[in-house]
Each structure stands twice: as structure tokens, then as C-alpha cells.
């Protein structure tokens, strides 16, 4: 049986980095109360790089870092909330930059679960056998929906990039398990981006949500419970002891948020690779840059299994068991 197998890492952060010493300038908040709460000490912000060029960047090394052909390249996924526009999607872009012009390309918007879903998609077309390789990048510029006069959401997000190469392989190993869901009742409690509809003849009313609207509350209870639930349900259904996971790489919301899930799961917090403390919460973005930078230290080794969660905004929320 085909697999899809991890063979690339990389990342994309912009260049400025703004510490919680430097928001307490635009807003009345402090370093200790975001640390404290958050476990965030700095984050990287745009200052000229739309999603788009943080996922061409990023699409770059990891094709030239894989020698890949630019034309060998089947598909190009990008789960984001924040791409330049509705069309082109952010994939087709890439595209373009790139050359690669086999490639199907689209956006998936699964906010902080963007990144697992479009792993997900792409698993499917590789198991299937219509694409043998494949770029999913997951990417953010959250800094152009995020209001930038209140305290409790602009000191949380942050912008960048991450993304990996997927192959099919007939070896054993890839993607093993996913256990992915979606709960839109509870879409509330996370809204962002809507957008008025100025038609001339349109009555209808002003919706919420232009920038982040976050009931945090709601969102740390959800994360909490559906996390570790659905970590364990991957590991039931394979089989797989909790003690044979190398690393746990969850979405970066907050430090807090993925010590409890490791207490719930008692598995100890080391094996939680965390770098939110200087990257913020980068929504789709964060799994795959936590990806690279562990890659960049060496510690994905072929062979090793690792769990990767994503939740957030839908509400959505995914797990994945994949052996290196
Ligand atoms: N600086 C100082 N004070 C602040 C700040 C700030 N940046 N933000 C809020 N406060 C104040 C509030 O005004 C409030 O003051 P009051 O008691 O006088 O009214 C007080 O701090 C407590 O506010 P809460 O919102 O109740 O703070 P809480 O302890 O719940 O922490 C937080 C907020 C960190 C957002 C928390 O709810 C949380 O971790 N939620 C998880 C959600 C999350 O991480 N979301 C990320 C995006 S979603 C995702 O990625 C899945």
C-alpha cells in the first residue's frame, strides 16, 4: 500500500521580532502578565511580506533543499485564514514563483487545524495514487486581521510560515492514523476577517468579526478537552503506547493549553516540543514551523513516531500519528 512519508522541513519568519516589552508601548499590558498567561515573549510581525511570500520562501528551500524538479511537483496545499486574496488562492501563487506547473494548487481554511487538514487532503490524493509528491505549507500574516488596540487578542498572534515535502513511498512508515473534526455550533467563540458586503443593493446588516474575536475562555475549555481526547483515540485505534511517541507537536496557542493536555495524557511535558515563547500563536502556520525548527536541531530521525494536533477556529481540530 502506498504511504505518505515527511521528507522535507523548512520555515519562514519575518525578519522583525516583537517583544511583549514593545506592546506594552501600544497597549496597557506587560511582559509579565502575557509570559505569565501565555507562555509568549516575542513574535515575529510583517513588515512588508504578505502570506503569499512567506510560503513562496518557504516553498523554496524545501524544493531546493529536496533537489526536487520545480515540474515534478503534483500538488500544492496552503492552509491559511490570512492568504493576499480569495483568487488567486495562495497555492496558485506559489505556483507561479516556483514553476511548478504540474502542480494542482488550492487554500484550505481550517484556521489552526489549516495545516492538518491540508495534510490530510494530500495523504488522500497520495494513497489514491493521482499525486506522488507534494508541498503543504501552512502560513499566516494574522497581523493584518488582528486589532492592534486590544490588549487580550493582539499580544497572542503573530505571523509566518511553515511547510513540508509529502512522497509517496512503498516503504512502511508516513502517515498512520488521523482523527479529524469540525464543530461549526461553537464557531462563535473564534471569528476573524468577515467582510461587508457593500453592494448597492444590500440591506442586510453589519456582521461582526473583522478582526479577531476571541472568547479565550471557550477556546482554552475546547482545546483542553478535544485534544487530549482525540490524541488518545489515535492511539487506541493504533495500537500505539503513548511512551512510544517521540514528540507531541501541537498547535503553538499557549504554553498552559498544551501543559494540561500533557498532564491529561501523563506523558511528561519535555516530549511537548514548544517554541511558542518566541514565534506567538501563528494559527496555520505553527505545526509545520515547529516541524522545521526541530528538524533544524535534529531531532526528527527516521523512524521516530511523532503526534501532531491542531485546533482551533470552526471549530475544528485534528491529530495525526506519523512514523518519520
Ligand atoms: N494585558 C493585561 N491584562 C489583560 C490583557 C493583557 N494583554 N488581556 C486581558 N487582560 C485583562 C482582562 O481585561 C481582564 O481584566 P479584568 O479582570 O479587569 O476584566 C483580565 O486580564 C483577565 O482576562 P481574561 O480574558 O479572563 O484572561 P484569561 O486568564 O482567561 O487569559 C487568555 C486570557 C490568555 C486568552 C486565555 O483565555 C487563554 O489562554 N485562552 C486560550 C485561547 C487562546 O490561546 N487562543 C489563541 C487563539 S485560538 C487558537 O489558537 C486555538
Not at 9 to 14: A, G, N, Q, S, T
Not at 223 to 238: C, D, F, H, W
Not at 271 to 298: C, D, H, Q
Request: aromatic share 8%; with cysteine; net charge negative.
Amino acid at each position: 500500500m502506498i504511504k505518505t512519508k515527511l521528507v522535507g522541513f523548512e520555515r519562514e519568519l519575518p525578519p522583525l521580532s516583537v517583544t511583549n516589552d514593545d506592546l506594552a508601548k501600544l497597549v496597557d499590558t506587560s511582559d509579565e502578565w502575557i509570559s505569565s498567561r501565555t507562555g509568549i515573549k516575542s513574535r515575529h510581525i510583517s513588515t512588508n511580506q504578505n502570506t503569499s511570500d512567506l510560503c513562496i520562501s518557504a516553498a523554496k528551500k524545501l524544493i531546493e533543499g529536496a533537489g526536487w524538479a520545480a515540474e515534478s511537483v503534483d500538488m500544492i496545499i496552503v492552509g491559511t485564514v490570512t492568504p493576499d486574496y480569495s483568487t488567486p488562492s495562495t497555492a496558485c501563487m506559489v505556483q507561479e514563483a516556483l514553476g511548478c506547473v504540474n502542480a494542482v494548487c488550492f487554500d484550505i481554511s481550517a484556521a489552526c487545524s489549516g495545516f492538518i487538514y491540508s495534510l490530510s487532503v494530500v495523504d488522500k490524493f497520495i494513497k489514491c495514487g493521482s499525486v506522488r509528491r507534494a508541498v503543504v505549507l501552512g502560513a499566516e500574516t494574522l497581523s493584518k486581521i488582528t486589532d492592534w488596540t486590544d490588549r487580550s487578542t493582539c499580544v497572542l498572534f503573530a505571523d509566518g510560515a511553515g511547510g513540508v515535502l509529502a512522497e509517496a513511498s512503498d516503504e512502511g512508515g508516513g502517515i498512520l492514523y488521523e482523527d479529524i473534526h469540525s464543530d461549526g455550533s461553537k464557531g462563535s467563540a473564534l471569528v476573524a476577517g468577515f467582510r461587508q458586503n457593500e453592494n448597492p443593493y444590500f440591506r442586510g446588516g453589519y456582521g461582526r468579526g473583522r478582526f479577531i474575536e476571541m472568547n479565550g475562555r471557550d477556546i482554552f475549555t475546547f482545546a483542553t478537552r478535544k485534544v487530549p481526547e482525540s490524541i488518545k483515540m489515535t492511539l487506541e485505534k493504533t495500537g500505539v503506547g503513548a511512551e512510544e511517541i517521540k514528540y507531541f507537536v501541537l498547535h503553538q496557542a499557549n504554553v498552559r493549553i498544551n501543559e494540561i493536555i500533557a498532564k491529561r495524557l501523563r506523558v511528561p511535558e519535555e516530549r511537548f516540543y514548544s517554541n511558542i515563547e518566541n514565534t506567538g500563536n501563528t494559527s496555520g502556520g505553527s505545526i509545520p514551523i515547529v516541524l522545521a525548527e526541530m528538524n533544524e536541531k535534529g531531532l526528527l530521525k527516521k523512524g521516530d513516531k511523532i503526534i501532531l494536533s491542531g485546533f482551533g477556529g470552526g471549530l475544528t481540530w485534528g491529530t495525526m500519528l506519523v512514523e518519520l
